[in-house]
């Protein structure tokens, strides 16, 4: 009996192994490409990175591309020092933010949200920015009802509140009614406050929350192309500088940049910048 | 009588083998414990210590503004400890009248059968997850909270303490039914023989005779509610100002959870710092704990 367990568990082991050879040899896969890419960085740009995977794979089953949501920090240190493949950011590189080759892949609009009872259906940045720093807390002063305006807004360090912040240029003086860690929650929050403002990225937005337009002008893929929507950020992939990207890594890239992935991108809610 | 011997004394051999493997499988599984308690202790001393000492301890406890990824950034967790130790107190204040009455119904009041039903709903209770209360709190709590206060926004503070006041409720339940189960029905017939009513008997005789239990009860409600992060996270508004019943408020656990995933270098740090006195915090508490436990073994 126990000889006979010893003998199956040989032959799994046996086989284990030589599945893992078959993977690693890359013999598996129709045109040759194989290996791993590693990715890094926003947790914004993970709807869109895990669609773009997924498309990619059908095409080179040899590849495994792997995704960490870690932060467009996190993202941008591990292209610079090489830890990962492909860094991801999702706002522009600071000062001191160097040692990478960074190209903006897709723009994201960050869409300003309010409860659909809401009568309010435009705001100007001005506007936006004396709500979220506690000049305006009427929603009679923006042309609503005479109602409080509960401020709602994401955590500190997060990449969509660091380009709300820094497009509206308010940072440090940000006066919130509640603070919350996704956008999920954002919408969640907005959804069930009818005197509640928000935002988040326009790919998140459903139907349960109202998009206000901002200085006229709706959020929608034609003004984030043509820049004309005030709050947006892009989407970049990095890598590092003066390395050579792994055959692999470089056929990801030329893929996420190509015509190919265009819809891809767009169904994940962001616009694809060639 | 020699084979006979021969046998005992192989016997006892694997007899004695089998216990001492036992024993030292024993040993090893008690020291996983004390292992992952040295670690997290120590982890938290190391990680934690280096960012109070540039910030400074007392300006770090009584800062009252929190501004951690700002240009001038501030580190003050006043306003986390303060609102960590409102909502504590606001949750015991509402949780265990509620809960010791539960207890008192269930142990002493109610006919087996309702007792059941209603043990079950408190098992059921109990075995929420976090997550879900959290939920429900946002969806249901925190739009009602809002209209009948008339705010800009219901997650604030009260929110949190009325969530926390339902989440401990278990814990307090069944410690202090246990309690009160135990005490002696000799004290509660002294006590009707004497001629007083069962009301009387319950508040004058059986709760003071459980009080230690009862107290422990409390003490892990305590532990409950400041430990508490994800319902609170949801329900708070997790603003970071000096705390006040009908504002949002950032307790110690939610401050770390809301930066920690975006958080590098010395913010981290702080982060860390925020762990550390959470862990005092529970220590203290669970010092108080043993206490009331040991106390309760006396009487």
């Known amino acids: ?274 | 009588m020699r084979p006979y011997n021969a046998f005992l004394g192989v016997h006892m051999k694997t007899k004695n083998i089998v216990e001492k493997t036992m024993q030292a499988v024993f040993f090893a599984l008690g020291m996983v414990t004390i292992i992952a308690v040295a670690t997290i202790s120590a982890f938290l001393i190391i990680n934690g210590i280096p960012a109070i000492r540039e910030i400074g301890l007392w300006a770090f406890l009584s800062g009252q503004e929190w501004r951690s990824t700002g240009a001038n950034p501030a580190f003050g967790i006043l306003p986390f400890i303060l609102t960590s130790i409102y909502s504590t107190i606001g949750a015991i204040l509402i949780g265990v009248p509620i809960g010791l009455m539960t207890a008192i119904f269930l142990a002493k009041v109610a006919n087996p059968r309702l007792a059941a039903v209603v043990n079950t709903a408190v098992e059921l209770l109990a075995g929420i997850p976090s997550v879900v209360y959290g939920f429900v709190g946002m969806i249901v709590l925190v739009p009602l909270v809002q209209r009948t206060f008339a705010l800009a926004s219901g997650a604030i503070l009260l929110s949190a303490i009325l969530v926390l006041s339902v989440m401990i409720l278990p814990g307090i339940i069944s410690v202090s039914r246990t309690a009160l189960a135990a005490v002696p029905r000799e004290y509660e017939e002294a006590s009707f023989a004497l001629g007083a009513t069962k009301t009387e008997t319950i508040f004058k005789v059986s709760v003071p005779a459980a009080k230690s239990g009862i107290a422990a009860g409390v003490v892990l409600g305590i532990g409950r509610a400041i430990g508490e992060v994800m319902a609170v996270l949801m329900v708070m508004g997790n603003v970071p100002n000096m705390p006040n019943l009908f504002e949002p408020a950032r307790s110690l656990t939610t401050a770390i959870a809301m930066e920690l995933s975006y958080a590098t270098g010395f913010q981290r740090q702080t982060l860390l710092s925020i762990g550390l006195v959470l862990f005092c915090f529970i220590m203290m508490i669970n010092l108080i704990l043993n206490f009331a436990l040991k106390r309760g073994y006396k009487a």
Request: aromatic residues 4%; proline residues 4%.
């Open chain 1, 1 to 274: 009996m126990k000889k006979k367990a010893i003998g199956l568990l040989a032959l799994l082991l046996a086989a284990l192994v030589l599945l893992t050879a078959c993977d690693s040899g890359g013999t598996a896969s129709g045109d040759g490409l194989s290996g791993r890419i590693s990715l890094n960085g926003s947790t914004s740009t993970e709807r869109v990175i895990a669609s773009l995977i997924e498309a990619f794979r059908e095409e080179h089953p040899g590849v495994t591309p792997t995704f960490d949501a870690t932060g467009s920090g996190a993202g941008i240190t591990s292209a610079m020092e090489g830890t990962a493949d492909i860094g991801l950011s999702s706002r522009h590189l600071r000062d001191g933010e160097d040692g990478v080759d960074a190209i903006i892949f897709a723009i994201d609009g960050l869409a300003v949200i309010v409860h659909p009872d809401n009568p309010v259906t435009d705001l100007s940045t001005d506007q936006i920015a004396a709500i979220y720093t506690g000049a305006i807390t009427n929603w009679s002063e923006v042309g609503g009802d005479d109602a409080p305006i509960a401020v709602i807004g994401r955590e500190a360090g997060s990449g969509s509140r660091g380009a709300f912040d820094d497009i509206m240029g308010i940072e440090d003086q940000v006066v919130h009614d509640q603070e919350l860690t996704s956008g999920g929650a954002v919408i969640t929050a907005v959804a069930t406050n009818s005197f509640a403002i928000g935002y988040s990225s326009l790919s998140a937005v459903g139907d349960t929350v109202r998009i206000v337009t901002v200085n006229g002008i709706p959020c929608t893929e034609e003004t984030l192309l043509d820049g004309s929507y005030p709050i947006q950020r892009p989407f970049i992939l990095m890598t590092q500088l003066g390395t050579e990207p792994s055959e692999a890594t470089q056929a990801f890239i030329d893929f996420i940049m190509s015509p190919a992935a265009t819809e891809i991108i767009s169904n994940a809610g962001v616009v694809q910048v060639l």
